[in-house]
Protein backbone atom coordinates (compact mmCIF):
# COMPACT_ATOMS: atom_id res chain seq x y z
CA UNK A 1 0.00 0.00 0.00
CA UNK A 2 1.36 3.75 -1.31
CA UNK A 3 2.42 6.22 1.80
CA UNK A 4 1.79 9.61 1.86
CA UNK A 5 3.37 11.31 -0.66
CA UNK A 6 4.41 15.19 -0.72
CA UNK A 7 5.54 17.11 -3.66
CA UNK A 8 8.00 19.28 -4.26
CA UNK A 9 10.88 17.51 -2.14
CA UNK A 10 12.03 20.71 -2.24
CA UNK A 11 10.91 24.06 -3.12
CA UNK A 12 12.89 27.18 -3.15
CA UNK A 13 11.27 30.53 -3.24
CA UNK A 14 11.92 34.10 -3.36
CA UNK A 15 10.18 36.57 -0.76
CA UNK A 16 6.80 37.76 -1.61
CA UNK A 17 6.50 35.02 -4.27
CA UNK A 18 4.15 32.38 -3.36
CA UNK A 19 4.28 28.45 -3.19
CA UNK A 20 1.87 25.50 -3.74
CA UNK A 21 2.63 22.30 -2.21
CA UNK A 22 1.02 18.95 -2.92
CA UNK A 23 -0.05 15.86 -1.04
CA UNK A 24 -1.84 12.69 -1.61
CA UNK A 25 -3.57 10.18 1.71
CA UNK A 26 -3.14 6.73 1.89
CA UNK A 27 -5.92 5.23 -0.20
CA UNK A 28 -9.25 5.44 2.37
CA UNK A 29 -8.27 8.25 4.21
CA UNK A 30 -10.35 11.09 3.87
CA UNK A 31 -8.80 13.47 6.48
CA UNK A 32 -5.87 15.74 5.18
CA UNK A 33 -3.59 17.47 8.22
CA UNK A 34 -0.79 20.15 7.29
CA UNK A 35 2.10 21.19 9.95
CA UNK A 36 4.81 23.80 9.64
CA UNK A 37 7.89 22.54 11.31
CA UNK A 38 10.83 25.10 11.15
CA UNK A 39 14.22 24.12 11.93
CA UNK A 40 14.76 22.43 15.40
CA UNK A 41 11.49 23.30 16.29
CA UNK A 42 8.29 20.95 17.11
CA UNK A 43 5.47 20.80 14.07
CA UNK A 44 2.48 23.28 14.70
CA UNK A 45 -0.34 22.78 12.90
CA UNK A 46 -1.31 24.52 9.76
CA UNK A 47 -5.00 23.10 8.39
CA UNK A 48 -7.00 19.85 8.72
CA UNK A 49 -9.16 18.67 5.63
CA UNK A 50 -11.88 16.37 5.74
CA UNK A 51 -13.96 15.37 2.74
CA UNK A 52 -12.88 18.56 0.90
CA UNK A 53 -14.10 20.70 4.35
CA UNK A 54 -11.92 22.80 5.73
CA UNK A 55 -12.57 21.60 9.49
CA UNK A 56 -10.32 23.86 11.45
CA UNK A 57 -7.13 25.27 11.02
CA UNK A 58 -3.77 26.88 13.59
CA UNK A 59 -3.09 30.16 14.33
CA UNK A 60 -1.46 31.15 10.89
CA UNK A 61 -2.30 34.02 9.05
CA UNK A 62 -4.98 34.19 6.15
CA UNK A 63 -1.92 33.83 3.12
CA UNK A 64 -1.85 30.34 4.62
CA UNK A 65 -4.66 28.58 2.74
CA UNK A 66 -5.02 25.45 1.27
CA UNK A 67 -8.25 22.65 -0.34
CA UNK A 68 -9.05 19.36 -0.56
CA UNK A 69 -9.88 17.79 -4.22
CA UNK A 70 -12.61 14.97 -4.59
CA UNK A 71 -9.87 12.41 -4.45
CA UNK A 72 -9.25 13.62 -1.05
CA UNK A 73 -5.97 15.07 -2.20
CA UNK A 74 -4.79 18.69 -1.15
CA UNK A 75 -3.33 21.59 -1.49
CA UNK A 76 -1.28 23.98 0.40
CA UNK A 77 -0.95 27.45 -0.87
CA UNK A 78 1.59 30.13 0.70
CA UNK A 79 1.15 33.69 -0.55
CA UNK A 80 3.06 36.44 -0.38
CA UNK A 81 6.20 34.11 1.14
CA UNK A 82 8.07 35.42 4.26
CA UNK A 83 11.54 34.55 5.22
CA UNK A 84 10.15 32.96 8.40
CA UNK A 85 7.67 30.32 6.43
CA UNK A 86 11.24 28.72 5.08
CA UNK A 87 10.28 25.05 7.06
CA UNK A 88 9.22 21.75 6.35
CA UNK A 89 5.90 21.22 5.66
CA UNK A 90 4.54 18.14 6.58
CA UNK A 91 0.91 16.55 5.57
CA UNK A 92 -0.62 13.32 7.72
CA UNK A 93 -3.82 11.52 6.37
CA UNK A 94 -5.98 9.53 8.93
CA UNK A 95 -9.39 7.53 8.43
CA UNK A 96 -12.56 9.53 8.84
CA UNK A 97 -12.75 11.56 12.29
CA UNK A 98 -14.72 9.38 14.53
CA UNK A 99 -12.08 6.21 14.13
CA UNK A 100 -8.68 6.31 16.01
CA UNK A 101 -6.87 9.39 14.91
CA UNK A 102 -3.61 7.41 14.29
CA UNK A 103 -1.80 9.83 11.58
CA UNK A 104 -0.04 8.72 8.47
CA UNK A 105 3.21 11.00 7.43
CA UNK A 106 4.47 11.53 4.05
CA UNK A 107 8.23 12.69 3.86
CA UNK A 108 7.57 16.23 3.55
CA UNK A 109 8.35 19.64 1.58
CA UNK A 110 11.26 21.89 2.40
CA UNK A 111 10.37 25.20 1.70
CA UNK A 112 13.38 27.89 1.32
CA UNK A 113 12.64 31.54 0.96
CA UNK A 114 15.06 33.34 0.12
CA UNK B 1 3.00 27.16 26.68
CA UNK B 2 1.62 24.38 24.24
CA UNK B 3 -0.14 21.09 25.02
CA UNK B 4 2.17 18.44 24.93
CA UNK B 5 5.37 19.20 26.04
CA UNK B 6 8.29 16.59 25.86
CA UNK B 7 11.10 16.67 28.36
CA UNK B 8 14.20 16.27 27.90
CA UNK B 9 14.81 18.54 25.42
CA UNK B 10 17.67 16.24 24.33
CA UNK B 11 19.03 12.93 26.11
CA UNK B 12 22.30 11.19 25.04
CA UNK B 13 22.62 7.79 26.16
CA UNK B 14 25.16 4.78 25.69
CA UNK B 15 23.86 2.16 23.26
CA UNK B 16 22.69 -0.99 25.29
CA UNK B 17 20.79 1.77 28.13
CA UNK B 18 17.36 2.01 28.36
CA UNK B 19 15.85 5.91 27.36
CA UNK B 20 13.08 7.63 28.89
CA UNK B 21 10.91 10.81 27.65
CA UNK B 22 8.07 12.37 29.24
CA UNK B 23 5.03 14.18 27.93
CA UNK B 24 3.15 16.23 29.81
CA UNK B 25 -0.10 18.28 28.96
CA UNK B 26 -2.93 20.79 29.99
CA UNK B 27 -6.45 19.77 29.00
CA UNK B 28 -8.67 16.43 28.95
CA UNK B 29 -7.30 14.19 26.47
CA UNK B 30 -9.01 11.38 24.59
CA UNK B 31 -5.51 9.86 23.00
CA UNK B 32 -1.96 10.32 23.46
CA UNK B 33 0.33 8.99 20.98
CA UNK B 34 3.83 8.89 20.54
CA UNK B 35 5.83 9.47 17.04
CA UNK B 36 9.57 9.45 16.11
CA UNK B 37 11.04 11.20 13.42
CA UNK B 38 14.35 10.79 11.87
CA UNK B 39 16.11 14.12 10.93
CA UNK B 40 14.49 15.94 8.62
CA UNK B 41 11.81 13.46 7.54
CA UNK B 42 8.63 12.40 7.80
CA UNK B 43 6.84 11.30 11.16
CA UNK B 44 6.53 7.83 12.56
CA UNK B 45 3.72 6.49 14.52
CA UNK B 46 4.55 4.16 17.25
CA UNK B 47 2.20 4.31 19.70
CA UNK B 48 -1.07 4.97 20.69
CA UNK B 49 -2.61 5.08 24.39
CA UNK B 50 -6.12 5.69 25.15
CA UNK B 51 -7.27 7.98 27.90
CA UNK B 52 -8.57 4.99 29.66
CA UNK B 53 -5.54 2.83 29.68
CA UNK B 54 -2.64 3.00 32.10
CA UNK B 55 0.19 1.16 29.81
CA UNK B 56 0.44 -0.15 26.62
CA UNK B 57 3.81 -2.04 24.83
CA UNK B 58 5.16 -2.57 21.42
CA UNK B 59 8.35 -4.33 21.39
CA UNK B 60 10.88 -2.14 23.08
CA UNK B 61 9.04 0.39 23.86
CA UNK B 62 6.66 0.91 26.58
CA UNK B 63 4.26 3.79 27.02
CA UNK B 64 2.68 5.04 30.35
CA UNK B 65 -0.29 7.43 31.04
CA UNK B 66 -1.15 9.24 34.04
CA UNK B 67 -4.29 11.44 33.52
CA UNK B 68 -4.53 12.29 36.99
CA UNK B 69 -1.20 14.32 36.73
CA UNK B 70 -1.54 14.67 32.99
CA UNK B 71 1.87 13.03 31.59
CA UNK B 72 2.96 10.00 29.82
CA UNK B 73 6.50 8.52 29.49
CA UNK B 74 7.92 6.51 26.55
CA UNK B 75 10.61 4.20 27.30
CA UNK B 76 12.66 2.66 25.02
CA UNK B 77 14.35 -0.60 26.66
CA UNK B 78 17.51 -1.90 25.25
CA UNK B 79 18.59 1.12 22.80
CA UNK B 80 20.32 1.01 20.00
CA UNK B 81 22.13 3.34 17.47
CA UNK B 82 18.94 3.07 14.85
CA UNK B 83 16.89 4.52 17.90
CA UNK B 84 18.85 8.12 17.34
CA UNK B 85 15.68 10.21 16.39
CA UNK B 86 13.50 12.98 17.85
CA UNK B 87 10.60 11.55 19.54
CA UNK B 88 7.64 13.90 20.01
CA UNK B 89 4.15 13.09 21.90
CA UNK B 90 0.65 14.47 20.57
CA UNK B 91 -2.40 14.53 22.25
CA UNK B 92 -6.33 14.97 20.92
CA UNK B 93 -9.07 16.58 22.78
CA UNK B 94 -11.37 16.55 20.29
CA UNK B 95 -11.65 15.55 16.59
CA UNK B 96 -10.48 18.71 15.53
CA UNK B 97 -6.68 18.44 15.75
CA UNK B 98 -3.79 16.70 17.43
CA UNK B 99 -1.09 19.10 19.09
CA UNK B 100 2.55 18.06 18.80
CA UNK B 101 4.88 18.83 21.83
CA UNK B 102 8.15 20.00 20.61
CA UNK B 103 9.83 16.91 21.03
CA UNK B 104 13.15 15.06 22.69
CA UNK B 105 15.99 14.60 20.62
CA UNK B 106 17.45 11.39 21.47
CA UNK B 107 21.23 10.57 20.38
CA UNK B 108 22.08 6.61 21.24
CA UNK B 109 26.01 6.55 21.53
CA UNK B 110 27.60 3.17 20.34
Known amino acids: EAGVTQSPTHLIKTRGQQATLRCSPI?????VYWYQQALGLGLQFLLW???????NRGNFPPRFSGRQFPNYSSELNVNALELEDSALYLC?????????????FGPGTRLTVT | SQQGEEDPQALSIQEGENATMNCSYK?????LQWYRQNSGRGLVHLIL?????REKHSGRLRVTLDTSKKSSSLLITASRAADTASYFC??????????FGSGTRLSIRP
Open chain 1, 92 to 104: ASSLPPGQVYEQY
Open chain 1, 27 to 31: SGHTS
Open chain 1, 49 to 55: YDEGEER
Open chain 2, 27 to 31: TSINN
Open chain 2, 49 to 53: IRSNE
Open chain 2, 90 to 99: ATDSSASKII
